[in-house]
């Protein structure tokens, strides 16, 4: 093993929210250091908002740079089970969808995963991290309605309990496609200070949050190091 390669969204990219600067910035561990260290040549084309479509259109521009000697890292599905929380405030009762529909989701990752599988390329995918719903739910409403935002939700719950929807489909995918699973969302849920690990937006990581992330990283990227040394 030579190189990892990143694709997924801004929580691979490293982004946390700094509630001092008002904010969205990149972590103090943003370059992977750690990584690195292990020998690896780090190319991240993580990137904010990304859903499953834009990571599509990333490969298309990087696949050639996927070989035996690279380990890809796909992490998708935290904005692709997200909704335009504006349109659900104005009108509560209309029938909103996600920006990746589940069978898209499912079916688009299988195929970014089969044109890796091409290169040779090891490939480990990312389980997404917990939504801290009560953060979430103060975020996406402020500058929107409070009550028709939960009135179409249900209860406030119903923002963690519909992303855990979209990672028991990553976990899947990567049972179904014989692939590593990075599970980092494990080691969020089973933290006795989960507050401490997400930042004021309820959904990035703070850099506490990210150097669990990248810790759990380089403990399965060990692995292969030591296997092809």
């Given amino acids: 093993m030579k190189k990892v390669i990143i694709y997924g969204d801004s929580i691979m990219r490293g982004v946390t929210y700094s509630a001092e600067r008002g904010a969205h910035t990149l972590c103090r561990g943003h370059k992977l250091e750690r990584v690195s260290a292990l020998g690896l040549d780090v190319k991240n084309y993580a990137r904010m908002g990304a859903t499953i479509d834009k990571g599509i259109d990333m490969l298309d521009r990087t696949i050639d740079e996927c070989d035996a000697n690279t380990a890809v890292i796909f992490e998708f599905g935290g904005n692709d089970c997200d909704y335009d929380w504006r349109q659900v405030s104005q009108d509560p009762t209309a029938s909103h969808r996600p920006n990746t529909e589940e069978k898209d989701f499912m079916e688009k990752y299988l195929s970014a995963i089969r044109r890796i599988e091409e290169t040779g390329a090891e490939i480990i995918i990312s389980t997404l991290i917990p939504v801290d719903s009560e953060k979430y739910i103060e975020w996406i409403t402020k500058n929107n309605s409070y009550d028709n ?81």
Avoid at 162 to 177: D, G, H, L
Avoid at 198 to 209: K, Y
């Fill in 149 to 229: 935002i939960l009135g179409w939700l249900g209860d406030v719950s119903m923002l963690h309990r519909w992303q855990e929807r979209y990672n028991k489909m990553v976990e899947e995918i990567a049972r179904s496609t014989h692939h590593k699973l990075l599970d980092v969302r494990e080691k969020f849920l089973l933290s006795h200070d989960f507050k401490s690990l997400i930042s004021p937006d309820g959904i990035h990581p703070t850099d506490t949050g990210h150097d669990l992330i990248e810790g759990e990283l380089c403990s399965l990227l060990k692995n292969y190091v030591s296997v092809s040394a």
